[in-house]
């Protein structure tokens, strides 16, 4: 009889740990100290430490020297962004940063709107430290009206190897836009505004574009953030031989028709992951992003990125 209940109870047991679902990502990697963020824009700095910008009341900032421990590091512009309060209807909060360093300085593109809202703009900022404090307000760079079929926020800079400087931005509406920027100034270069990628008025967002090899990497998030843990943002990709697109997924469909290759999603205690930024380290290229806890709390996320045989990136 004691043996046929343990027979019961083991297979109970196995029936059990059969219902487990299997993950279909690995889980961030180890971060400690000030890790609550929301869109994390990340960095590596010249002497080896590390910045991330992100959004936050006048603009959030945190560093770590080793890329695992986070401390505070004030904010951005500590005696505020009245330039900006027309777009937010009067709040401090300041979205979705973008960081780069070039040229010996810094350059920080960022938004102001108010949720659900293409009332919007784009901004830009820059430091020759990054500290908090150092921010010099350049003014803005792209603005977006009810009138309008784009959404001007969640920007992103990226510099091609022939030195032209692309700001890919764009949150639902007609999707993903592109325009080109002046490298002397940072701002526009003409009135073309280009389309990278699209969900017919759907939920996509947070455009970033990176090189890896001889493709072009356009990471977007798709679906629904800023719910807690009942967020549903989803990390996907497509790539192009050009830094303007057309950008397609792993299956061949356009970014415009919807296209988009997922790499990251939701999964057990880890909600909504997105809003990320690239950059290359020593080891490998890093993905961070934020995702949500069961108590709806927004963490910092930091995963690398490996490439298959037919180059695309996967998280690890």
């Given amino acids: 009889m004691r043996f046929k209940s343990l027979i019961a109870l083991a297979a109970a047991a196995t029936v059990l740990f059969a219902a487990e679902p299997a993950l279909a990502y690995p889980g961030p990697g180890v971060v400690t100290g000030s890790i609550n963020v929301h869109d994390p824009g990340m960095i590596k700095k010249p002497d080896g430490t590390y910045l991330i910008a992100h959004t936050g009341n006048n603009i959030a900032l945190k560093t770590s020297t080793d890329r695992t421990a986070f401390r505070d590091a004030g904010v951005a512009f500590p005696n505020g962004a009245s330039w900006t309060t027309s777009y937010t209807g009067g709040s401090a909060n300041l979205w979705a940063p973008d960081l780069s360093y070039r040229n010996g300085r810094y350059y920080m593109y960022y938004s102001a ?73 940072g701002k526009r270069l003409d009135s073309t505004i280009r389309s990278l990628a699209g969900r017919g008025g759907g939920a996509i967002e947070a455009p970033y574009l990176y090189r890896h090899g001889s493709y072009y990497y356009l990471v977007v998030s798709f679906d629904r953030c800023c719910q807690g843990a009942s967020s549903t943002y989803r990390i996907m990709v497509g790539r192009s031989t050009s830094p303007t697109g057309p950008f397609t997924d792993r299956n061949g469909t356009a970014m415009t028709s919807g296209g988009g290759t997922e790499i990251l999603a939701g999964q057990g205690s880890i909600h909504g992951p997105g809003g990320q930024s690239v950059f290359t380290d020593t080891d490998a290229d890093v993905l961070a992003y934020h995702y949500y806890a069961d108590n709806g709390t927004a963490r910092l996320g930091i995963n690398l990125l490996a490439y298959d045989s037919a180059g695309w990136p996967y998280v690890y």
């Fill in 113 to 185: 709107s108010t949720f659900g809202s293409n009332r919007s703009a784009i901004f830009l900022a820059t430091s020759t430290t990054g500290v908090a404090g150092s921010w010099t307000n350049q003014g803005l760079v792209i603005e977006s009206r009810t009138s309008d079929n784009f959404n001007a926020i969640d920007p992103n800079l990226y510099v091609d190897p022939s030195g032209r400087w692309w700001l890919s931005f764009g949150s639902f509406w007609t999707g993903i836009k592109q325009v080109q920027l002046n490298a002397s100034t």
